[in-house]
Every structure is written in structure tokens, then in C-alpha cells.
């Protein structure tokens, strides 16, 4: 497996004073995706539940829905002369009658860390048929619970510890129990290991859940938490324009700038009360 942290020397420099030592950073390394032998993308992420990130992945392309849907995620020999295992290729066999991914989505090969959404090549190709709706989830949470979720998310990071350089997602229930945390060097590589396990554990769609992201609430972000049926998604930063709309078009519940006990709530404000019943 690779590691999910390395080793650098670094030259520090602090009031003046020059000094070399060792630091840790988080680990990047690319990951290929294949369904069935034939290459899917490539993306770039931190080692570590890589399975989870498969499955995610292929929930958020609406490849599957269901557990049942794949029949194995296995590693495949990595690209070296002599056949060595790198770990970073991963096949899933899809069940008898799923149907494959569709070409016409046109991603490109190679995807970075930082943007999930750079291999579209339409906006159209984006807007993924959901097979949940999230509208009528009965959700109901307070802004006392969805102001400790930020607190949550970081101190389940146990990597981000060590680096410092480690985007994270949390699963939480109405009442803020954490049900799943990950970390990954990008956003959606975060969430979609999040939705992976999901899947894997038999818990789509996630009605009455709550996705938590470190960073910015992003389209691409929107359109995963709707894909697995999550009806709301809180960020410590800011939305776009465009996941503002997405998810008021679809009955999602956004918060953005959750800071302590303040918080912007975009959509779906309805899922909020100061006392609420679930």
C-alpha cells in the first residue's frame, strides 16, 4: 500500500535563524480507476481507502447505486518492468446487467486533486441524473448541533495532525453523531471515499444524514452529496453561485461559512430550527 505521509529536508527559517530538518507532508499519488479492464480516469489523491474511493467515484458518475452493483475491487500490477504492485490501480467488476460508465460523459483522462470537475466537458455532462431525491427528507437539525460539526471534522483528522495539508469529510446524523470521516489531498476525492464506504456498508441513500467539508462548498461537491441522497451539506468556506443553485433546484440544504456558531444557510433552510424534532 503506499503511505499516506513522507519524509522531506527542509531548510527552516524562523527570526532570522537558518536550520535544516526533516518535515512531513502528505502524501499525493495518482490513482487509475478501471471498470472492467478498460481505464476510467485517473485521479490524484492521498493512499488510504482507496476502494472507498472507487466506489464513491463510480456513485457519483450514477454508474451504481447499490452495493450489489459491483462484484470486486481489487489492486492491479502497477505499470513497472519487472510487474511490482504500486497500488495505484484499482479494476471494479461491475454485476450482470450494470450497465457500464458512458462514453459520452467525455472525461478526460487525468484529473487533479484539486478540481474533480476539470475532465468534464460540459456543464450538461455535469448535471448527472440523481437517482434519489432529497426534497422530501424529513432532516431536521439545529444550528447549536451544525456549529460542533467543523470541531468534529478536525479532530478526527489524524493525518492532518502530522501534515497540515489534508482536505477531510464527515458523515453526521441530525443529532451530529459522526457515521464516517475521511482525508484525501482533494475535496472530492474526500467525499467520494465518504460515499464509497456508504455504499459498500449498504446505507444509500443517505437520507437523514449530514455531509461536513473542510474548505469551500463546490458544485461538484453539491452534485456527489445529491447522488448518494445526502439532503444536506454544511462547508467552512464559501459556496459557489452555482452549487447555491443546484442545490435549491433540488431541495438540498447548504451552509456555508460555518464558523463557531455562525453560519450562512443558502437552501433548504427549512431543514433548521433552534428545537428540532428528528
Not at 134 to 147: H, K, M, N, Y
Not at 209 to 219: D, E, K, P, Q, Y
Request: net charge negative.
Amino acid at each position: 500500500m503506499g503511505r499516506v505521509t513522507a519524509r522531506r529536508r527542509v531548510l527552516r527559517i524562523s527570526d532570522g535563524q537558518y536550520s535544516e530538518r526533516p518535515d512531513t507532508l502528505v502524501a499525493e499519488e495518482p490513482l487509475e480507476i478501471r471498470v472492467g479492464g478498460k481505464a476510467m480516469t485517473i485521479t490524484m489523491r492521498t493512499p488510504g481507502a482507496d476502494f472507498d474511493l472507487a466506489a464513491g467515484f463510480l456513485v457519483s458518475e450514477g454508474v451504481v447505486r447499490t452495493a450489489e452493483d459491483i462484484v470486486s475491487i481489487r489492486y492491479c500490477a502497477g505499470a513497472t518492468a519487472d510487474g511490482t504492485n504500486t497500488y495505484n490501480i484499482v479494476d471494479v467488476e461491475l454485476a450482470p446487467g450494470v450497465a457500464p460508465p458512458d462514453a459520452s460523459l467525455e472525461r478526460n483522462f487525468y484529473t487533479t486533486s484539486s478540481c474533480g470537475l476539470c475532465g468534464k466537458a460540459s456543464l450538461d455532462a455535469v448535471r448527472t441524473h440523481t437517482h434519489w431525491s432529497v426534497a422530501d427528507d424529513p432532516l431536521q437539525s439545529t444550528p447549536g448541533v451544525i456549529s460542533t460539526l467543523p470541531e468534529q471534522l478536525r479532530g478526527g483528522q489524524r493525518v492532518f495532525d502530522t501534515t497540515g495539508g489534508l482536505h477531510a469529510a464527515g458523515l453526521f446524523t441530525g443529532y451530529g453523531e459522526l457515521l464516517c470521516l475521511r482525508e484525501d489531498v482533494g475535496r472530492h476525492n474526500a467525499v467520494d471515499k465518504v460515499i464509497g464506504y456508504a455504499l459498500q456498508s449498504g446505507m444509500l441513500p443517505l437520507r437523514g444524514t449530514i455531509l461536513m467539508v473542510s474548505g469551500r462548498a463546490s458544485f461538484e461537491l453539491v452534485q456527489k452529496a445529491l447522488m448518494a441522497g445526502i439532503p444536506m451539506l454544511a462547508a467552512v468556506s464559501a459556496p459557489s453561485s452555482l452549487a447555491v443553485d443546484l442545490a435549491a433546484d433540488n431541495g438540498l440544504t447548504l451552509v456555508g461559512f460555518l464558523r463557531g456558531s455562525s453560519m450562512n444557510v443558502y437552501s433548504g433552510a427549512m431543514r433548521l430550527s433552534q428545537h428540532a424534532v428528528m
